[in-house]
Each structure stands twice: as C-alpha cells, then as structure tokens.
C-alpha cells in the first residue's frame, strides 16, 4: 500500500473532519501518501483529488461538516460511473480508498470493491446510528446532545404556560436519536418507528394529564414516525383536544452542524486510525467500528442488510421515568 | 410606598427572572416587603400570592423561563375580573405592582391603574423586542443568539451540501430577530414583515445563484411574514425549482428557553431596580427602559401605540455584506 | 423493602440529579416510599432527612450539581458517628440506602453496611471517572466536554498568535479527564499520572517545534501530574525558553458543573434504576455499574481497591495524531 | 481611493473576522479592490500581501479568531521599521488601511499616518471594552458571555459544597469585563482595579458570611485588579481563614475565543462597513466606533488618550443585588 484517497460521502455528520484527520495523518504515520476525493463518489468520478499533508487536517478536528464536501451520486450506481472512478483511481495510481459515510455509501463502495478489486475500508459516519457493527455511529453522540439542548430550552418555557410541544428529531427509520432525547429531555412521549404508539394513544395521555391538571406536555417523535410528521401529528392532536395550546418545533438540518462532542472526536480518531491500519493488513470490503470498546471490522453485507435493533431496556426506561 | 407585588405576564423570555430577583432585592434593600403573584393576572384574581425574601431568588439570575410562572388572561379583560384582581390587592395591602410583560401585559396594566388607582410600573419582558421606549427588550439578545448558534450549525452542513434552508425564526410582527440572524449568520436572504419580499424574488434569486453555481442558501423567514410561513413558502419554491433541496428548520419556542446572555441579565437587572425605584419616586403607568444607555420610563400608552421601527441601517447591511 | 433513602456525598458532579431523579422514580414505580437525605453522611447523622415524590425531582434532570447537597464527613469516619447515622436510619424506617459518589463515599458504606446490616447500593458518581466496575462515571463526559470546549476556544486565539498554552484539567490521580481533552483538543503534548513526561521532554519538544517554526503550542497537564501542577511547570518552561510567551488555564471547578450531557442523564438514569433495582433483588455492599453496555454490580471492596487502566490505545492515539 | 489593505493586530478577540469580511465586502460593494495583510505590522513589513475577493471571507464571520493572524511588532516600533512598511504600501500601490485592533494599535497607525500621509481608519478589535470612542469594542460581548458561562458552572457545584472560589477574568487595567460578570454571576464580590477593595475587607466579607453560616461564595477578580492576581489573593485569604475551602479558577485565555455572538458579529459587520465607506468620505487618523447606536468617528490621539470610564450605576448595582 503505497497511496490511499479518503472520501465522505451521503448526509454529513459532526466528526466526520476529525476522522478524515486520523486517516491522514495515520497514512503519513505509516509512510503512505493520502488523497483527499472532494464531493464524494461524483469527485471520484470527476477526478477532484488532491494530495493531503498532516498540514491540511490542522484545525478541523473541531469543526462540524466535512472538508471534503460531500454528495450522494446517482452517476455511481451506473457501471459507466463506476468504471470512469476506477479510471481515475488509476490515474492516480491510488492503492486503497476510505469511504466514510452510511449504508448508501457502503453500498456503492462494496459493489465498486467487487467489480474492480480495490481494497475499500469504510467508517461509519451518520447521525442516524442505524449501522450494524458499531456502537455508535460518527456524529451521533453530536446530534443527540443538540437536539437534546433544544429540548431544555423548550422545558424553560413548557413550565410557564399550558402547553403542549411536539419536538420532531431526525433519524431516518430508526429512533436512535429520539430515544435518548426524550429520556435525557424528560419527555412524557416518544414516537418511534420501531414500536407504535398511535394517536389515540397520545391524546388519551394528553386528556388524561390535563384531567389531573397536568397541562405542560413535551412528546418526541423520529422523523420517520408511522404517524407522521410533527406537524401532521399535532394537527390531529389539536382537532381531538381543541383547548390545548400545541406548539411544533422541527430541528431539522440544526442537529446534523456544530463543532463536535468529544465522544465523536475520539469515536472518529479512533475509527480513522483503525480504517487506514486495516487497508495496511489486507482488509477490505469491511467497514471499521468500536464494539464493546474493542475495535471490529464487519463486513459492508452485514452493516448493509443486519439490523441493529435499539435497547429494550431504553423503552422501558420510559415507562419508569415518566411517572 | 410599604409592600409592593411583582408578577410576569404573556409569552415568557429569558432574563425574567434575573429581572425579579433585582425587583425583589431591590425592594428589601429600600425597606419594602415584596410579594410574588403566580401565574400573571390570572393569580392576581385568584389570589395566588407569596410573600418573598432574598433568598427566594438565589440561584435563579441564569434560570430561563418564570419563577412565577405567567399566563395570558380572558378574565382580566373584563371589568369584574380586575375588580377581584384589585381586593386581592387590598387584602394583602399591596401598594403597587410591577409588572413583567409585553404589550397585552401593558394594555391590562394601563386599564387597571386607571380604573383603581393602583401605581404599576412595568418591564419589558419579551423576546420580540417589539416595544416602543426601550432599545432592547429582557430576553431579545438570548432569543437572537440561540437561533443564531442554530443557523450556525446549518450553515455547517450547508456547505457540504446543494440545498436551500428555510429558517423560521421568532418575532410576532416584526423582523426584530430575523435581522440580527440574518446578518449575523450570513443568509443570503432575510423575509420579514416590515419590507415586502416576494416569492418571486425569492426564486429569482435563487434561481441566479443556482446558475452562477451557487447551490447552497440560507433563507431566514420572520414568523409573521406577509408571504407565509416557512413550510409554505419552501413549498412554493420547490414547485417552482423542483432541482433544489429545499430544508425547512422550526425553531420554535427553542428560542424561548435558556439561560439568558450576559446583556440579557444586566439589562433586566437595571430595569428590576428601575421599577421599584420608580414606584419608589412615585411613577405609574410608564415602562421602564434603557434607551442610548439611560434610564427612561415611558408611559403605558406610548409602549402599546407607538411602533418601534427597525433600524434601516440593517436593511442596507444585508445588501452589502451577502455580495 | 418498605423504604429507602438516597444521598449524594463527596465531590459533587453533572448528573447526580438525573440519577437522583431515576432512584426516586423507580422506588415509586415499585411501590417504595423514598427519602432524600441532604448533605451526604453529615446529614444522616444530623437527620436532615425529608419525602420525596415524584414531583420532587421534575425539571432536575438537566441541572448540575445535586439537590440533596453534598459533603465530606469527618465524623462518620468514626464509629460514634456511623452509629448517630445509624439511629437516624432506624427512627425513619429506612430498609435500604443508595448511595451517590466515589470511592471515599463507598469507603463509608461498606464499613456501614458491614456494621450494621443496612443493604446499600452506590451509584459511581464522580467526574474522575476512576472507579473499577463501570466504564464511565456520572459526570465523567459532562466533564471532558466543558474543557474540551475550553481548549477549542484556546485554539482559536492560539493560530494567531506565538504561544504556549498550558491547560490543567481535573482528574485527581487520573489522567482520564486529560486524555480525551488532548486528543479531541489536538493537544500537542499530555501530561498524565500514568505516564512519565520529564519537564525536559517538553522542553525538548517545544524547543523542537519552534527551530521547525511551529510557534504555537497546547499542553494538557492533569492535576495530579507529578511534574506538578500547570502554573509550576510552565514557570520552568519559561525560564527554560524565555523566548516563548506561556500562558497558563486552570479550569478548575468549571469542569463539575453544567447541564449534564446526554451520555450522563442516561448513563445516571440507568444506574439510578439499577440501584433500587438492586436493593429489591437483595444486593448490598455493591455499586452499579455498565460495562460493555451491561449492567454490573462490582463489590464496593473492588472498586475501591482494584485500579481502572487508562486505555493504551489512547496513548498510542496521541503519538499517531500529533503528526 | 483603489485598493485599501485591511490587518489584525494585537491581542485577536472573537468578531474580528466578521469585521475583516464587512471591510471586504464593502470595499468590493463600492468598486474598492482590497488586500488582506497578515500578521499584523510584521506582514506589513515583511510584504506578506494578498488579494482578498468575496469568496476569500465567505464562512468566517461566525470563526473565533483572525483570518489574517495578529502579532505585536517592536520594528514598527521604529522609524525604520515603518519606512519599510510604507515601502510595501507602495509597491502594491494600497491607497488607504483598516487597522484592526486597540490601543496599541492605533498608536502605530496614528504615527505611520501622520509620517507617511497614508490614509488609515481604526476597528476597536479588542476583548478589554477600553476604548474611549464607542460604547462596546469587538469580541468584549462574547468575552463576558465566555467568562459568565464559566461562572454559572462554578455556580452549580458552589451550592453543594462550603466553599470560596476566586475566578480570574481578563480585562488589562480595566473592571469592564470583571463588572458584568460578577453582576450576572451573582458573585458576593468583585475586586477591579478602578475601585479600591482590600484584602481585608474580602476577609471580613468572608468571615461574616460564615458567622452568618452562609458558607460560599464567588469573587470575581480582574486580572489587573491593585491587589494582585487570583492565586495571590487566594493564598492570603486561606491564611486568614484557614476553615474555609478556597478554590481558583484562571479562565485565561478561553476568553478570547469562540464564535462571536449575535452583537459581537452585528458590532463587527457595522464598523467594518463604516472604515471602509470612512477612507472613501476622506477620513483618517480615526476609529470607528458605535456611541448610542450611531456611528462615530474619534481621532486615533482621543481614543489612546482619553479614559473611558466603568458607569457608577453598575457599581452600585453589586451593592443592591447582593443583599
């Protein structure tokens, strides 16, 4: 392994620069010169790279977003698009690659690695933390703390008036982030997609609250809740309990910015390091992760297709808090 | 001027409380009892009333939210509700009030002394900072650096990204905290009440960017915008740009909670012993407030009719700094 | 088990009122009446005990600090002492105590429980985070994040300027604090109990740097560091390299308080169950804790005697990053 | 005027690169081609030019620190120094220059102004808030609000334990930055140098607090303060009285850094826009500067020679607050 190019790609997450950092800084560690691949698998395509020095990392472990830009790329699910990356890759004659980002990246990375035979190592880098084969994913220790702060910020003022707050989190299909939001938040409910919890269910809660002249309510709900959105889900509320005061707060791309925790800076450093030593012993095709503190190459099948499945001890954890 | 009441009243903002804790210092250190009424006009009329000391508000200049808790009122709008409200007042030989609010806490309080002769003082207690007689209002600063550091972590991500952000921030009919955002987070385009902005422009302008290769915006949009909210008016844009990511952020009461910033605290320190001194040296019927660094108090009358107009120096700010 | 009580005691750290929170909740829930005691074993032996409900402790997850208070006790280091506590106990009908803290706080409880047969539970409360039996203590990220956050902000004004930065970090015997900070704060050198770094190594590599033109420079020190602590060392780096301007940080009790962070309310939630968990299913004279994501019960003489080993792939980390 | 150059020097303080991109914009906005100067009277010197467009500060105004990096310079110091500078100047035909900075700034400038002709306008770009000339310096708001947090952590432990914390905040020769922290801090004293405040009446505050059993306490020092700095202060009150538990905190420099806040960023964005449109309306020898929320221009010899003084109303408000 002489020269390695590092690339992210698909939604950005808060660490993801202090693991590109580690794998540069790794590689020169090692003696291997790295490449830096700007917009994900579309720069690839394009041949945006540029040689990276322990230099051009200084300062960013930090900083949210990603140096490298990113991009999800409809040219790479073609065989042409793929064909015209490896040419590049030749071109710059590059031995391996790190691609940092979820399962839509790992997917494309794992049928590239297939097609053309080049050792591709992935970390897993989303605020969703719905990858297989690593505790937490990069980023997302990040973004539950700042969806976590809004949720403080909305007590503050729940307190003062009779009102109820729909707080919507993002998380794709998984409840990952709305979980401990709504634990570490205090809230009275969580909506998420792997349990249901229907409307009527929340406006018997409400009803019932406000006859016990609770009247300050804060329910969480993941993004890809089965009832809906926030909005969609306060609507229905408000027609059912008309003298209720429901206000909506939608966090949006907020919970994917900011400089980050140091949870995810170590997370991100340690998964770095561990994706460029990986290449250098003859793996491929496996994506990097810290399981039970240890670390653990699973292969991208496996983070792709096995579904991690959120703590039971977490939804009843609800149950016992809330009362 | 013997025992004295302090209450907060209408939509809750940060430094609320630092501004009774000065109420209430400042009373006792001029000899005055104070008492506290929960829960605005409405504890007024039902007579929820305690007796404060020093150590009521320790520990609570950085709280967000009301000790106090506040409330909107239907009864104090009618004359039999403020005459329950003014025996409550005799019972506890109440002498004057201060009361902590916007302009609906100042409409009530401007009737109620007129009708009973009870001296009120009030205090600017809002994050709109919509109130004629003051340059800021207690908790305005808080509310503009909380949806600032949001935009912050949007504009993160922005940059990894082609997308259009939609932000919908605070301020009831005014644009008081959708400049500062905008400014202050470098948004491309700023909608607030007070200029008109139409959706065509918008699209116009996103439209050119698109084709110079400018991909990703920031759009801050005051609540009370002519052209709608901000779910709306992404709809409209997308329609028009189906190319366009478009991502709507709700900030919502977010921008309520929190400890309030350090302009915050000293601002509702000053204005607290303001009140009471005032009461003191026989004002009523006036707000208190800092304007160019000097204590003024207002009458009543002037805070709810004359407008406070944002600075138009702003307003060419944008034009200049988003070249 | 009828009734409990709970107590925090020695240093106090962020979380302690999540965990508070969780004991009180879960009693409840299985039908356990709950006492707070105030100011650790000072205030059993005094009796400042009082019934606590589930409303007791709303809105307390997010604070720091505790609001039982804590202290160290001299007198319940005697037996005079533990026996006063003792009669408190029995006059209250206490069945069983969960005690928040660290090691002196378990120290006291095994010697108690063992004296008079009253189960205790403890819940590792500390931001050293050097307690065998747990991963993480409660407060231990809230910790690493408010200095990380410290040496972010160095950061900025250490690009602009020729500098060295000395930074000392809490920790006692620990370098657990230092290490996390250095790494997620790009810290060019640590200084940690564990290791041994001469004061000439960091003069060396100082000295190094600077004939390389790298004029700016963080140091992480621990406070137990036996070099000393950070205003001693940088003195002997000045008068060693008077060309280089050295400033010094002490963080000192900033890093104990704070809105605990997400990891630490659910860490403190989970243990705070498990404690009282732990009583009903007849555990005494034990701490819980979660090791590898499962909850454990250690033996206080464990945790106590058997020493935590910082991770030596985060000493190897810094040497790799520091490239 | 054709092309002005614009520099940062000094201490850097949080807003000045939100003060660098308004003079770029600005400059560009009025057909002004602009350069950036780095470190300060040393890049001046050296020749370390280059051209600044739009682009060059997009993504800046929410950075801590200085784009275009700072340094003290003894060569400016001397006229040959300055003869070298003005030779630079000239050769990149720079027609007028935005010095960023404080007092020691703007004297270099007044007198390379006065020498050479070149015409120059001042930005107060200092955390210390010393500048006669406007009512706030750049960075002074997000200093406070960086030292207040630290202090509301203090805060949080102080209640649990008895103790004395000595917190050392920044601010030269000046209470400006220690003032409004001890009033939103709710410290029990504050020692800055404008007052005069004994060792002994810090013990006697003390002493009677404790004989009042209330058992801790914040002081908020100022570096400069006639009494010494935190740690010297802190050893003489723990001779006197040794039961108490004293504890120091340095924040250092934490406080320079950190992103500006919403009126830091305002403050910046104003002034910067105002030196640029000052040099083209013929002004120089001045510093932009707010006062009552106008713009004012005050000759550089005003703003170095003229004392700005600390409002009375704040130290009286300590006295009223602390009760």
Not at 73 to 95: H, N, P, V, W
Not at 297 to 319: A, H, S, W
Request: net charge negative.
């Amino acid at each position: 392994m002489k020269r390695i190019a590092v690339f992210t790609s698909g939604g950005d997450s808060p660490g993801m620069n202090a693991c590109i950092r580690a794998v540069v800084r790794t590689a020169i560690y090692h003696g291997i010169e790295v490449y830096g691949i700007r917009k994900g698998y579309n720069g690839m395509i394009s041949g945006d790279f540029y040689k990276m020095e322990s230099s051009s990392v200084s300062n960013t472990i930090q900083k949210g977003g990603t140096i490298l830009k990113s991009a999800r790329s409809k040219e790479f699910m073609t065989r042409e698009g793929r064909e015209r990356a490896f040419e590049q890759l030749k071109k710059y004659e590059i031995d391996g690659l790190v691609a940092i980002g979820g399962n839509g990246t790992f997917t494309g990375a794992s049928m590239f690695s297939e097609e053309f035979g080049i050792p591709i190592v992935g970390a897993p880098g989303t605020i969703d933390n719905d990858l297989y084969g690593t505790d937490y994913t990069i980023g997302y220790d990040t973004a539950v703390n700042t969806a976590l702060d809004a949720i403080d910020k909305i007590r503050d003022t729940a307190d003062s008036h009779e009102r109820v707050f729909f707080v919507e989190v993002m998380g794709r299909d998984s409840g990952y982030i709305a979980m401990p939001c709504a634990i570490g938040g205090g809230a009275e409910i969580v909506m998420i997609p792997e349990t249901i919890t229907s409307i009527e269910q929340v406006i018997d809660t409400l009803r019932n609250g406000w006859e016990r002249s609770k009247t300050s309510f804060i329910i969480v709900i993941a993004e890809g809740d089965e009832e809906g959105n926030a909005t969609q889900i306060a609507a229905q509320v408000k027609e059912a309990l008309p003298q209720m005061d429901a206000r909506v707060t939608i966090l949006g791309h907020v919970q994917r910015g900011g400089a980050p925790t140091a949870a995810d800076r170590l997370l991100a450093s340690q998964i770095g390091i561990a994706t460029v030593e990986g290449l250098i012993n003859g793996k491929s095709d496996v994506m990097a992760g810290i399981v039970n503190s240890r670390l653990v190459y699973t292969p991208f099948k496996d983070t792709i297709n096995k579904k991690k499945i959120i703590n039971q001890r977490f939804v009843r954890m609800v149950e016992i808090l809330s009362i």
